[in-house]
């Protein structure tokens, strides 16, 4: 089980209705998206406590979690505000070179600010969702909103292959890091690469079995998927 999922089945409001779960995320990326910055600023402290106290985790493990789309961000936010002008009046840190000044461009800090805070807040209510709400209920929301099937069966095999690959992933870094495969640069670049082509052969293994059981149970197209009231 992922440790996201752990916090999603044993969390203070697990047991709410998926449906009300997904009303306040709604309302949490309504105000994502509003003009009032100072709207988001409140919010965004408020929505961070309240996800640590239900979910009982730590500050630092809750900020671990941003390491993966700081660099998605970080780069959104520098094509933005990083410009090129004759003048160094018009940028922050200008950097003199090849006849122009590279820096921050003042008239778009503004809208660097507003996106920057958006972005945030956007990230910190999926997270409030996806920690608070087991994924069974994610499928039972999409299917009281009527979701193509197609859709939501590609959610539950996208899904699956995650614990797949993340557990394939682990087994085979582990035997690796053992064999002190990571001791050099060298060889670390070497163990990645048969790490990338074994995740992959195991990937394609595991799709071959998952077809051959669905074949045994005679699959008729679709997943069945009970539904509760929500």
Request: charged letters at 10%; a positive charge.
């Amino acid at each position: 089980m992922l440790t996201i999922d752990k916090y999603a089945y044993n969390n203070e409001i697990a047991s709410w209705s998926p449906s009300v779960k997904g009303l306040l995320w709604l309302v949490g990326m309504i105000i994502a998206f509003q003009p009032i910055l100072l709207l988001k600023i409140v919010f965004l402290p408020i929505a961070v406590i309240y996800t640590l106290h239900v979910v009982h985790v730590t500050l630092h493990q809750y900020l671990k979690w941003f390491y993966a789309v700081i660099p998605f961000v970080a780069l959104s936010i520098i094509g933005i505000a990083f410009t090129m002008s004759p003048s160094p009046k018009n940028v922050y840190g200008a950097i003199h070179l090849f006849g122009n000044y590279f820096g921050l461009a003042k008239s778009m800090m503004p809208m660097t600010l507003e996106l920057s805070f958006r972005i945030i807040t956007a990230i910190v209510c999926t997270y409030w969702f996806a920690l608070t709400t087991p994924f069974q209920q994610i499928i039972l929301l999409f299917k009281h909103l009527h979701f193509p099937s197609l859709l939501i069966e590609e959610t539950l095999l996208m899904y699956r292959f995650i614990f797949i690959f993340v557990d394939s992933f682990e087994q085979i870094y582990r035997a690796q890091e053992l064999r002190f495969g990571y001791a050099s640069l060298g060889l670390s670049v070497h163990s990645a690469a048969i790490l990338g082509k074994m995740l992959f052969e195991q990937v394609i293994i595991n799709y071959q079995k998952m077809t051959y059981a669905l074949d045994a149970k005679i699959f008729q197209g679709e997943f069945a998927v009970q539904e509760n009231k929500i």
